[in-house]
């Protein structure tokens, strides 16, 4: 029996492994992790999210990208993961991304303020095609969130920070500042969406 088939029945031995593995196609929390294996296993909890995850560690088959941080860990499939999990469930999983820089997809993940507040901009600036305050996203983001405009400043700083967003300018009436979403800021964003 090959390595491969060994892993292929390890996965397939238990609903919460397989849960797990199936949900397991780009680097994710494992929060994230937790939420997609529900619609599998309705019944897995995070805690058991971790225990397979560590476990999967130790077999190989997948990697923490960030070991170092104490929240946000994010997980993703090795090479012999993906060859384990194609194998026991025919499907085909798509590469990890080479142009996306974990650490700050972790530090926009890990925060829900901040990542809320980078796909509101992105959308706004979408739709709009200009750039926005900081006052344009809270207007945006209070219906469904209890946000204060506080909240979205920092994030909007944090974001400045990893530069996932940049400032371009100042409005003429009130001198606010506006902002755009980086480069960097949209593959991020593509990952996040994807």
């Known amino acids: 029996m090959s390595l491969t088939d060994n892993n292929k029945a390890w996965i397939l031995h238990g609903r919460q492994r397989a849960a797990v593995a199936r949900v397991l196609r780009k680097p994710m929390t494992g929060a994230e992790v937790c939420a997609a294996a ?15 995850l560590l476990q999967m560690q130790r ?6 990208l960030n070991p170092h941080q104490v ?5 993703c499939l090795t090479d012999a ?3 384990a999990v194609s194998s026991a469930f025919s499907v085909s999983l798509p590469g990890i991304a080479d142009d996306v820089d974990w ?3 972790s530090f926009v993940i890990r925060a829900k303020v901040r990542r809320l507040v980078l796909t509101t901009l992105a959308m706004l600036e979408d739709h709009t095609g200009l750039p926005q305050t900081a006052t344009m996203m809270r207007k945006r983001l209070k219906d469904e969130h209890a946000i204060g405009l506080n909240s979205v400043i920092r994030a909007v700083s944090d974001l400045m920070r990893m530069d996932l967003v940049h400032q371009v300018g100042v409005t003429d009436e009130n001198r606010c500042k506006l902002y755009r979403v980086t480069p960097a800021g949209r593959r991020i964003l593509e990952q996040i969406k994807g």
Do not use: E, M, S, T
Not at 38 to 52: A, G, T
Not at 59 to 64: Q, V, Y
Not at 71 to 75: C, S
């Open 71 to 75: 929240n946000g860990r994010l997980y």
């Open 81 to 83: 993961g993906h060859a």
């Open 59 to 64: 077999r190989g088959l997948c990697i923490c």
């Open 38 to 52: 529900r619609i599998f296993n309705p019944k897995i909890q995070l805690r058991d999210v971790w225990f397979v």
């Open 103 to 105: 650490k700050k997809y």
